[in-house]
């Protein structure tokens, strides 16, 4: 019997992410174009947001809000590549409280404007998602 509780324990433990972790992630994958906060999402997810904070960081490797940086810049990459929507469309379509954050996230990231992003070629078949409702 005791074997059987080891099993268990080491299966939960080598599980690649606890469900709220899981939860927390599509959650802000779903809203990432809305005002998302770490109590917001913990709220969501029901977990006091310090433990979210300090569990979210454990798991993913990243902290809460390098996680939705990543998120809306990799959402803003798919847009880029439709070259009928401007970029200041695109920042806050994606996002970004505003076009002088959205410009210093990206470049973080890419290491390349918005502008030269597109520019460069990097946004692939030039087709690209639209915004919603379009």
Avoid at 11 to 36: D, F, H, Q
Avoid at 102 to 108: A, E, H, I, S
Wanted: glycine share 6%; with cysteine; hydrophobic share 40%.
């Amino acid at each position: 019997m005791l074997f059987a509780a080891e099993v268990e324990n080491a299966t939960c433990r080598s599980r690649a992410e606890p469900v709220a972790i899981w939860k927390a992630r599509k959650y802000i994958e779903k809203y990432s174009g809305e005002e998302l906060s770490l109590t917001k999402v913990a709220n969501v997810v029901k977990m006091n947001a310090n433990h979210l904070s300090e569990n979210f960081k454990r798991v993913t490797g990243i902290n809460f809000v390098e996680y939705v940086a990543r998120t809306r810049f990799a959402n803003a990459c798919d847009l880029l590549r439709n070259p009928n929507l401007h970029i200041s469309e695109i920042a806050f379509a994606t996002g970004f409280q505003s076009l002088s954050q959205f410009n210093r996230v990206f470049k973080r990231f890419s290491g390349k404007s918005p502008t030269q992003y597109r520019a460069a070629g990097l946004c692939a078949d030039g087709i690209g998602k639209t915004l919603k409702g379009e």
